[in-house]
């Protein structure tokens, strides 16, 4: 009774799969490729249907590729990029060779959720498409205004203030990160360090100091050859002769 109010069939899906999602907290710090199936195959998950073959692979301890030898209701691991996004594909094979797609499921950060198909895609885009039309018109009525001798004519001055008060006061609100977001944040940053190391900085190299000597030691030899010539340049006084009375 409960299961019809909420718009739930007897299999445990909703009417519309779409607007619900799945997740469980304690296995989204360790998920990986070898676990994903494990963790989509949860009692809890409302997207696994007990009936598939998967589930009586995992009740009679066989190998999974035993799956291609089977018929019937099946789940595949599509697609795989790690850590953040895995892609399971609910599919019915009629042979080794043969499949049919049924539907898709991706798994972001954790939380499972149902693949729109085209049909709901592009209803999608219309409906939006249609409502912004629709927006425009409306607000573009409201600056319509009327006149007995001029008619009709726009006013857009009078209502610009409080348009930009309402985008004003209009904050976005900052959603604080959660502790699987930032643990595999630092995983990454890690990982891309290992990689891609900082290169060191080159040491600065020491002043030479040998060509100082040599200069100071040039500058010496001059000042000494300077001295001597000018001492020969400069000549003794003149002898003094005695007196003969």
Not at 68 to 97: F, W
Not at 115 to 135: E, G, I, K, Y
Not at 186 to 198: N, Q, S, T, V
Request: charged share 25%.
């Amino acid at each position: 009774m409960m299961a019809a109010r909420l718009g739930i069939s007897s299999t445990g899906i909703p009417d519309n799969p779409l607007s619900i999602s799945w997740h469980d907290s304690t296995w989204i710090p360790i998920l990986n490729t070898t676990n994903i199936m494990e963790y989509f195959s949860q009692s809890s998950n409302p997207f696994f249907d007990r009936t598939c073959n998967n589930e009586i692979v995992k009740m009679q301890r066989l190998n999974p590729d035993q799956l291609q030898n089977m018929t019937g209701l099946e789940y595949v691991l599509l697609h795989v990029q790690e850590p953040i996004l895995y892609v399971i594909r609910k599919q019915h094979r009629h042979s080794p060779q043969q499949v049919t797609p049924l539907a898709d499921y991706y798994i972001i950060a954790g939380v499972v959720y149902q693949s729109p198909d085209l049909a709901t895609v592009l209803n999608s885009r219309l409906l939006s498409a249609v409502h912004h039309l629709q927006s425009s018109f409306e607000e573009s009525s409201s600056f319509a205004r009327y006149h007995p001798s001029k008619g009709y004519s726009w006013d857009f001055k009078s209502q610009r203030p409080s348009v930009d008060k309402a985008k004003k006061e209009e904050k976005p609100r900052e959603e604080p990160s959660s502790l699987f977001q930032r643990q595999r944040v630092d995983m990454l940053l890690g990982e891309l360090i290992k990689k891609f190391p900082l290169p060191t900085p080159p040491q600065p190299k020491a002043p030479p100091t040998a060509p100082a000597k040599q200069e100071t030691e040039n500058g010496s030899t001059e000042n000494k050859e300077l001295k001597s010539e000018k001492q020969e340049k400069i000549k003794p006084p003149p002898e003094k002769k005695p007196r003969i009375s």
